[in-house]
């Protein structure tokens, strides 16, 4: 029995039809997975595990004074900021444990985790779409994935929240409170811990 797909709190949009947790092998390097919210930080917790050497990457809208001081240098639009933080393992599970609710419930948050080491990705994208990336070799996550219950199906076959969207049927992301915490404090919070500003990117 298929489960009731759950949309993330922060995503609002009537019409979902079709849409199902699971996932399409992309190419030999990329797994593309569509995920019911509360699926979410289970399957992500366990890729990171996967990962040598990981580092933390989240990815927040500017404020509008962040956009205001662009537009002063020309640089008018809408802009995102990328941060990234070296993590260990147990770090991952804790800022996972401690923010990942936030983080996946928020419209406006992309996150993941990339590799020192090897060309390897986790990226929790817009519309509760997740690329697992292990270049040439996405065997480890495929494993994963079957041993969590996540349907495999043909690319034809998989529905995306986002192809689903039209002129009758937008989606509206917004950004979400959750225990009196935005996207915002954990950026605040993180710094404390070495948390940095690697660039600062206009949205397409």
Do not use: W
């Not at 990234?84 to 609710?101: F, M, P, Q, S, W």
């Not at 697992?132 to 998989?158: A, C, H, M, Q, R």
């Amino acid at each position: 029995m298929q489960e009731n797909f759950k949309i993330i709190e922060g995503l609002n949009i009537a019409d979902i039809s079709g849409v199902k947790t699971s996932y399409s092998i992309i190419n030999a390097s990329e797994i593309n997975c569509v995920l019911s919210a509360e699926r979410i930080k289970s399957i992500v917790k366990k890729a990171v595990k996967l990962i040598k050497k990981p580092y933390f990457f989240i990815e927040v809208p500017c404020t509008d004074a962040q956009e205001t001081e662009l537009s002063k240098h020309g640089d008018s639009g809408t802009h995102m900021q990328i941060y990234n933080l070296e993590v260990t393992h147990d770090v991952a599970d804790a800022i996972l444990k401690r923010y990942g609710d936030l983080l996946i419930n928020d419209g406006l948050t992309n996150f993941g985790f990339c590799s020192l080491e090897t060309e390897t990705e986790i990226y929790v994208m817009p519309f509760q779409n997740i690329m697992l990336y292990n270049k040439n070799d996405t065997s480890g996550f495929e494993k994963l994935l079957k041993e969590s219950n996540i349907p495999k199906v043909k690319p034809e076959e998989f529905i995306t929240i986002d192809s689903l969207l039209s002129n009758s049927n937008p989606a509206d992301r917004v950004l979400v409170e959750l225990n009196g915490e935005t996207v915002f404090d954990v950026i605040e919070n993180l710094t404390e811990v070495g948390l940095t500003l690697y660039e600062t990117i206009k949205e397409e």
